[in-house]
């Protein structure tokens, strides 16, 4: 989309021109700055620190539960634990936040990524990001299911995010 970079600037078919990436295509989720803070009790100016992969989770999580039939609200002091293979970090190197605020580190790490669907909930399960690159969700999945069988949760909320927001990802993929 051309909210995150101008293709034609990056774009080259041939795959050795460096600084180039030798793809046009990509699947991108529309309007990822957008989010209802409001209904996650967060103020705007944390989320305007927030990376969208973080807001996605939060939204995605809620649906999933709602999809399943389980009130988010039922959640709340449950041994449930919440795993997220995460590995983009390019919100961090697009968002240049200042000044510095309370919000600036909290809204880029990882493990506020999956923090906040524990914090958010109330869950008193294990909490953790995953990143092992591409790996990242299904090592999500093993380390719920491993959380499951050993009786650590009593349920698991496993997601996978991916945010691109940068063309430097694809320049670098491709190189």
Known sequence: PLDRWDVDAFYDPDPTVPGKMYTRWGGFVDHVQEFDHAFFGITPREARNMDPQQRMLLEVTWEALEHAGIPPSTLAGS?????????????????????????????????????????????????????????????????????????????????????????????????
């Open 79 to 175: 041994s449930a634990s919440v795993f997220v293979g995460i590995c983009s970090t390019d919100y961090g190197h697009r968002a240049v936040i200042e000044p510095i605020n309370a919000y600036s580190g909290t809204g880029v790490a990882f493990s506020v990524a999956a923090g906040r669907i524990s914090y958010t909930l109330g869950l008193r399960g294990p909490c953790m990001a995953v990143d092992t690159a591409c790996s990242s969700s299904l090592v999500a999945v093993h380390q719920a299911c491993r959380a499951l069988e050993g009786g650590e949760s009593e349920l698991a909320i496993v997601a996978g995010v991916n945010a691109i927001l940068v063309a430097k990802s694809h320049v670098f993929f491709s190189a």
